[in-house]
């Protein structure tokens, strides 16, 4: 899994509190990626950092916020966590731009939140 | 667990058999194509990808297929094995770094 750490795996949580997922790669990738998965939506792109400070928005990154202050961490914060944002998390990472040669994307295991 | 199976297209096979999963893009300005295999409990995984100059590429047991016109992608799996039963998603790029993908859809293998 290209050395990409998600934690924590699983967490429960209360409405309206915050929550920060992590996740860490070893590979020195320039690009990550948060992704939500929920059944019958596919993976949904949340927000992605494309460098170090350099973070930009995805699909449905509303109540999500990132942050990537080095290269092998990039944090997804739920600001103020709502039942809706119940899900799978996952993350990725890309050694170049994807859509180059060699942009295999890699992902985690995944990270499921319960927000109740 | 939850599986993230659920609600989504089924496509059965039976074992030996040859799978064609079909996925339909959106974005006519997408420039490579990707397809992800995910097995339950897991992330997804790298299957095969195709740029947008190709219209038919081979792997292993694998070979995607993309007709432009239709904004069309295929995979097409040889001899369908046990262990490819799994959620499979398509996804797709163009100028940004974005990767979006589809819905996905599950394939079961009858033995």
């Known amino acids: 899994d290209a050395g990409i750490t998600q934690s924590p795996r699983h967490k429960v949580t209360e409405t309206g509190t915050p929550v920060t997922l992590r996740c860490h790669q070893t590979e020195n990738h320039r690009y990550m990626y948060w992704y939500r998965q929920d059944p019958g939506h596919g993976l949904r792109l949340i927000h992605y950092?494309?460098?170090?400070?350099?973070?930009d928005k995805g699909e449905v990154s509303d109540g999500y916020s990132v942050s990537r202050s080095k290269t092998e961490d990039f944090l997804l914060t739920l600001e103020s966590a709502t039942s809706s944002q119940t899900s799978v998390y996952f993350c990725a990472t890309a050694r170049v731009e994807v859509g180059r040669p060699g942009a295999e994307a890699f992902f985690g295991q995944g990270t499921r939140l319960t927000v109740v | 667990g939850e599986s993230v199976g659920l609600h989504l297209p089924t496509l059965s096979v039976q074992e030996g058999d040859n799978s064609i999963i079909n996925c339909a893009y959106s974005?006519?300005?997408?420039?490579?194509f990707i397809w992800y295999k995910q097995e339950s409990g897991k992330g997804p995984q790298f299957i095969i990808d195709?740029?947008?100059?190709?219209d038919k590429r081979q792997g292993q047991r694998v070979t995607v297929l993309l007709n432009k016109t239709v904004k069309h992608l295929s995979l097409q799996i040889a001899a369908t094995q046990p262990g490819d039963s799994a959620v499979y998603f398509c996804a797709e790029t163009g100028a940004n770094s974005k990767l979006t993908f589809g819905k996905g859809i599950t394939l079961s293998v009858r033995p």
């Open positions: 974005n006519s300005a997408s420039d490579y």
């Open positions: 950092s494309y460098g170090v400070k350099d973070t």
């Open positions: 195709i740029r947008s100059n190709m």
